[in-house]
Structure formats: C-alpha cells, structure tokens
C-alpha cells in the first residue's frame, strides 16, 4: 500500500523511473574489474592549491572559464561550467522548456539523462529512435515530429552505441530547426574521437549547444565538472537559471590543473592506450564463438551482441567483473556494453569469455 506522505510527491515523481546509475546497480558488490561506467580506469593524483574554504566560490571560476576556453578554442562567453554535464542537460530543460506544453526529441537507444529529466520537469518526451544496427539519424521522422519541441538531443559519439553520428546530417539537422529549436549535441566521449566535434559550428548555427565533461577522458568522475558550450545570448540565458555556487572550490581548483598544458597530455596519452585497448579487445572478440556481433565504436565503450547475453552478463558478475546490460534497451536484444578498462583488465574479461566459446 502506498504510504501517503509519498501521495504528496508531484504525480510525475511518484511515476517517474529513475537512472539506472552504474553506482546505484553495482552497490554493495564486491567487484574487482568495473566496466560498467565509462570512467577512466587510470586515476590521476592531484593536490589542492586552494586551502581556505570559508568563503563561497565564484558562480562561473573565471580561471577555470579560461583554461577551457583555451582548451576548446572557444571564447570565454561561448562557455558554462556546471556540476558535470548532467546538470548541462537539466539546466537547458529548465530553460528553455514550458512544463506541459514543450517537448524534446531524442533518439534511443540513447543516454537516458534526456528522459529522466524531461519527466521531472514535466516536458513531454518524443523518442525518434535512430536506424537499426547503423544508429544514425531518422531524419525524415525527426523533421515530422519539430511541433512543440524545444530541445533535440543528440549524442556524439553515441552512448551506448559508440558510433559517431554522420556530420552532414548533423549540420541538415541544424538548418531543418534554425529558430524553433536548440540541438544538443553531448560530446561527453568526443576527445576518443575528436575530429567529430562540432564547435567549429558554434559560429555558423546559433542554434548550436554542445555539452562536455571532465568525466571521461580526462579520468575525473568524482570532482563533477563539466561544460555547456554555445552562443553568447545562450550561455547568458543559462546563467540566470544555474544555482548560484554550483561549481565548489575544490573542484575548480582540480579542474583548473586538469586543463594544464601538461596534463592535457596525460589525457590524450590515456586515450591512445584506450583506444588501442579497444582495438585489441575488439579483435579478441571476434575470436569468440559466444559474440554474435561487436559493432564499431568510436568512444572508451564497446556493444558487443552476445548468444548468451543474460548468461554471460551474470557469469561475469559472479566473478566480480561487472559491465553494463542493455538487453533491455530499444534496438539492443541481447546486447552488453563494456567499457575499456586497463590492458590486463580487457586480458581478464576475455578469459572469462572464453569459458563460453568452444572456439
Ligand atoms: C557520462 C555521460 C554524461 C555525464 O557526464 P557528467 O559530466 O559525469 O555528468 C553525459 N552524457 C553522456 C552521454 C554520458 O555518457
């Protein structure tokens, strides 16, 4: 029975299915081999420069502003920091959407962040899904469906697909919703794969918003820290709505050392040795009698079609490795995903694949 106080609850939340948070579905196991995240499986270390903490932090940490806009070839205007790229994908819902009126467009199988907030807002979704087993854009059922929406998500390279979204379709996309809509493209993984980024568009489309993050590729999950890059009138707009400390002192202080010269080049060497780990484990995978399918990724994740999708996923498990199931998932019947670990982590994974290949 439904306790009441949780009837006070808007009716949304009472029906809202959360996200599913690789943290919240590995609690409590003891796994040793976690691929179920897309972190970064080498950490960096960092010591905090700032030691005084008894006054509030600068809405926007204009050093901080700076190193990425550096980083980005942006300028400083074209750029927001917030608490991870989630709050980005919020806070453009927040803006930019009427509750029960608007609505945004996404594409699944996708990031599921899209939904999940839309819904708390109360901002109708439309789900377009992409085309089976390529994963590009519907274009044409895209253009059919513009009434109303506000947003149109779109995630570059794909999560949990992998591939890269083609360009020119993206740049049709940005002409079809030139002042009706802002499409969002999340380049959360777009340094495994950086000649897919859209900033050079930034100038040519205002309607153009891209969304990046510390969490990937540069190994920092646990500072949440990430960036809205678009327009000045855009960013400006979004700076009335964001909290007003969202960003703490000690994650500017870290994120500021991360976009050091230096430590750019830490990054991008982790992504060559991800990227050639992917290579290798992808080859490996396709030895295997249980793998029905590895389809191409352009990011630190792999989907692999398995034959035995749910048996695999829990032998894993049992033996504390722990990836990511999409069996669940629109288009994605039988399929795992699986982030790219250390070497000897991929070395561990096919092992215990093996078990299920006669070879
Ligand atoms: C991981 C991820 C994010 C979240 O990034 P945070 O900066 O950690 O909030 C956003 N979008 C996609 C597609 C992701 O996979």
């Known amino acids: 029975m439904m306790d009441n106080i949780i009837k006070l609850a808007r009716i949304n939340i009472q029906k809202l299915q959360p996200y599913q948070s690789a943290r919240r579905i590995g609690e409590g196991h003891i796994g040793e081999i976690w691929l179920n995240a897309n972190e970064s499986p080498m950490s960096v270390f960092f010591k905090l420069k700032k030691k005084s903490f008894n006054r509030y932090p600068e809405c926007q940490p204009k050093d901080l502003i700076s190193y990425y806009a550096n980083y980005s070839n942006l300028s400083c205007n074209q750029i927001l920091v917030t608490r991870g790229a989630d709050e980005g994908i919020e806070l453009l819902i927040k803006t930019f959407c009427e509750p029960g009126k608007d609505a945004i467009i996404y594409c699944p199988p996708t990031y599921d962040m899209y939904r999940v907030n839309a819904k708390i807002h109360g901002v109708a979704i439309k789900e377009i899904p992409t085309i089976k087993d390529t994963w590009q854009l519907d274009l044409l059922n895209i253009k059919l469906n513009l009434t109303k929406v506000k947003l149109v998500y779109i995630c570059n390279p794909n999560n949990p697909t992998g591939n890269t979204i083609i360009k020119k379709d993206l740049i049709s ?187």
């Open 173 to 359: 996309l940005l002409k079809m919703t030139l002042g009706h809509a802002l499409i969002v493209i999340d380049e959360a993984y777009i340094e495994f794969s950086p000649q897919d980024t859209m900033t050079n568009y930034l100038k040519e489309y205002p309607n153009l918003v891209i969304l990046r993050t510390l969490s990937k590729a540069f190994a920092l999950a646990g500072i949440r820290c990430g960036f809205t890059l678009a327009k000045k009138d855009i960013i400006d707009t979004l700076n009335k709505v964001i909290a007003p400390y969202p960003i703490s002192v000690p994650v500017a202080d870290i994120a500021v050392q991360s976009l050091e010269t230096d430590y750019i080049k830490f990054m991008n060497n982790r992504v060559l040795d991800l990227n050639s780990n992917r290579i290798w484990l992808v080859n490996e995978l396709n030895k295997l009698s249980c793998v029905e399918k590895v389809f191409k990724s352009n990011a630190n994740y792999i989907l692999v079609k398995f034959f035995m999708c749910e048996t695999v996923f829990s032998a894993l498990w049992d033996k504390g490795i722990i990836i990511r199931n999409q069996n669940d998932k629109i288009n994605l019947n039988k399929c795992l995903r699986i982030s790219i670990g250390t070497r000897l982590e991929c070395l561990r994974l096919i092992q215990e694949l093996q078990f299920f290949s006669k070879k």
